[in-house]
């Protein structure tokens, strides 16, 4: 008996195993591989923290942005000495000089004018991951040989405390030797994350981890652009 086409393809519904079966060897799945697109400098702006998150951050009722620049400050001639700029202060010039970076975008924020809290966050675009890496890695190796310094301006004198260091983080906190009660601190944050430098700089009678905590809610968003 001769069966038609037909007949046979319902015959194969029937009967389990009528094709051939595929197996993964045979048809792989591809794997992909998760690398983040560098962002551009448009998107700078958008990664700082609202007014309101800073003030969360810094335990205050309000924090103002009091200046936002998209260029970067240099303060080297009114402290020493300068193996210590980068631990004064964020996004300074020198720091930067000769790294490479394209672009970036910092606020400064304070809680008044006889302010008690102050922050200044800033985001620094490099041209891809591995020159952002490069800068991190400098500046780890750099930090650490900052001890004691003075602004010259003031006259007031500094000591850093110990550096931290994880993967892509680093943190610090620097006093100010002999000021008033209740005494005045410096919180300091570098984050590396895709080829962006977020750095950091948060003072308060106890500037505990606020820079960190401020860097990494940055970073989270850095990490959130895909």
């Avoid at 110990?162 to 610090?172: V, W």
């Avoid at 106890?206 to 401020?214: E, T, V």
């Amino acid at each position: 008996m001769r069966l038609s086409t037909a007949a046979i393809a319902g015959i194969c519904v029937l009967v389990t195993g009528c094709g051939t079966t595929i197996s993964n060897a045979e048809s792989p799945t591809p794997t992909r591989t998760m690398i983040p697109r560098p962002l551009v400098e448009r998107e700078l702006s958008g990664l700082l923290q609202t007014p309101e998150q800073i003030a969360a951050a810094m335990g205050t009722p309000v924090m103002t942005v009091v200046e936002s620049q998209t260029s970067m400050s240099d303060n080297s001639a009114i402290m020493a000495p300068p193996e210590c700029l980068a631990i004064d202060g964020a996004a300074e010039m020198q720091v930067y000089a000769d790294s490479g970076f394209r672009a970036e975008h910092d606020q400064s924020l304070n809680d008044g004018d006889d302010f008690t809290h102050y922050v200044k966050q800033a985001v620094v675009l490099f041209p891809y991951l591995e020159k952002a890496q490069e800068f991190f890695d400098a500046s780890a190796g750099q930090w650490p040989a900052c001890h004691e310094y003075t602004h010259t301006q003031s006259g007031s004198q500094w000591s850093a405390g110990p550096i931290t260091r994880t993967d892509d983080t680093l943190s610090t906190t620097a006093m100010q030797q002999d000021a008033a009660a209740p005494g005045w601190g410096c919180g300091r944050a570098l984050v590396q994350r895709n080829n962006i430098i977020v750095d950091v700089n948060t003072c308060s009678a106890a500037p505990g981890d606020s820079a960190l905590r401020i860097a990494q809610q940055i970073a989270d968003t850095v990490s959130a652009q895909w």
